[in-house]
């Protein structure tokens, strides 16, 4: 069965730091490409970064760029997010996501959710002001 489970979410200051984990098993995922997307109250769900399988590249929504950085440790089968600067508005929960093996994405489609085919449960990240 495959599973995404993140962690390392919680309650931080404005200006603070939080590294987010997503772990993944029952598969590997070494050929996925790899999200982060997040939910605040009352909206939809957003993109927030990936990193791709094929070439290592990063994008990033442009409302966290310079403040967040995704990773992977395909070894570990694992995806980080680390969130520096954090803002009240960047509360949300926030999910880890896993695109089809071997995949081939456009900049447009990396960035919504039907891209994806496995997803975790989520992390709350809360930021106080």
């Known amino acids: 069965q495959v599973q995404l489970v993140e962690s390392g979410g919680g309650l931080v200051q404005a200006g603070g730091s939080l590294r987010l984990s997503c772990a993944a098993s029952?598969?590997?995922?070494?050929?996925?490409?790899m999200g982060w997307f997040r939910q605040a109250p009352g909206k939809e769900r957003e993109f927030v970064a990936v990193?791709?399988?094929?070439?290592?590249?990063?994008y990033s929504a442009d409302s966290v760029k310079g403040r967040f950085t995704i990773s992977r440790d395909n070894a570990k089968n694992s995806v980080y997010l680390q969130m520096n600067s954090l803002k009240p508005e960047d509360t949300a929960v926030y999910y880890c996501?896993?695109?089809?093996?071997?995949?081939?994405?456009?900049?447009?489609?990396?960035?919504?959710?039907?891209?994806?085919?496995?997803w975790g449960q989520g992390t709350q990240v809360t930021v106080s002001s």
């Open positions: 990193i791709t399988w094929s070439s290592g590249n990063t």
């Open positions: 996501a896993a695109g089809r093996a071997r995949a081939r994405f456009t900049l447009a489609t990396i960035r919504i959710m039907q891209y994806y085919d496995y």
């Open positions: 029952g598969r590997t995922f070494t050929n996925s490409d």
